[in-house]
T-cell receptor, first 114, second 109 residues
Framework: DARVTQTPRHKVTEMGQEVTMRCQPI?????VFWYRQTMMQGLELLAYFRNRAPLDDSGMPKDRFSAEMPDATLATLKIQPSEPRDSAVYFC????????????FGQGTRLTVV | AQRVTQPEKLLSVFKGAPVELKCNYS??????LFWYVQYSRQRLQLLLR??SRESIKGFTADLNKGETSFHLKKPFAQEEDSAMYYCALYGLYGQNFVFGPGTRLSVLP
């Protein structure tokens, strides 16, 4: 049963610290999405990649957030410096990017910045 | 622009009652529409998609292109249906998933 894997599941950090979240997409999927979930905003698209190339990161605050795919099996989302308003659940999802596609979600990283 | 709206943040119904979760979208083209469900503290998972035209866990959804709607319906709600429901659009033009704000369904005993 192939699944998207995210680490860590939970992260508590102090304001100003760097946070790195990792995602392992399902093998063979060429599209990776990063979403942020909050009570107020719901599910917001931060960035997404196709074949490791960023297609759109307009939903991401550029001054502190960065997203990369060092290789096809790893996507990272970094926040530096972190702020309390970044507290949220961050989901990664992967898909095939073709017609009849579906987004498969990871279990999320629950980030708390104090 | 791609956009998905779900007018209800919270919907409470009694067990056995019919339920309808509303979803409207805007997209200049023929999108693919989905419903995702998120049970408490779990990952989002696909519930159903419009191209399948199938019923999953008693839920159905019909795409109405004239009204640009994709409402989710179930004739008799069960307590285990309590969850967060997200309507989503996949546009072949943008090639990304756009989610609505979500509706929390609470089925009361």
């Amino acid at each position: 049963d192939a699944r998207v894997t995210q680490t860590p599941r939970h992260k508590v950090t102090e304001m100003g610290q760097e946070v790195t979240m990792r995602c392992q997409p399902i093998l063979g999927h060429n599209t990776v999405f990063w979403y942020r979930q909050t009570m107020m905003q719901g599910l917001e698209l931060l960035a997404y990649f196709r074949n490791r190339a960023p297609l759109d990161d307009s939903g991401m605050p550029k001054d502190r957030f960065s997203a990369e795919m060092p290789d096809a099996t790893l996507a990272t989302l970094k926040i530096q410096p972190s702020e309390p308003r970044d507290s949220a659940v961050y989901f990664c999802a992967s898909g095939t990017g073709t017609k009849n596609t579906e987004a498969f979600f990871g279990q999320g990283t629950r980030l708390t910045v104090v | 622009a791609q956009r998905v709206t779900q007018p209800e943040k919270l919907l409470s119904v009694f067990k056995g009652a019919p339920v309808e979760l509303k979803c409207n979208y805007s997209y200049s083209g023929s999108p693919e529409l989905f419903w995702y469900v998120q049970y408490s503290r779990q990952r989002l998972q696909l519930l159903l998609r419009h191209i399948s035209r199938e019923s999953i866990k008693g839920f159905t959804a019909d795409l109405n292109k004239g009204e640009t709607s994709f409402h989710l319906k179930k004739p008799f709600a069960q307590e285990e249906d309590s969850a967060m429901y997200y309507c989503a659009l996949y546009g072949l033009y943008g090639q990304n998933f756009v989610f609505g704000p979500g509706t929390r369904l609470s089925v009361l005993p």
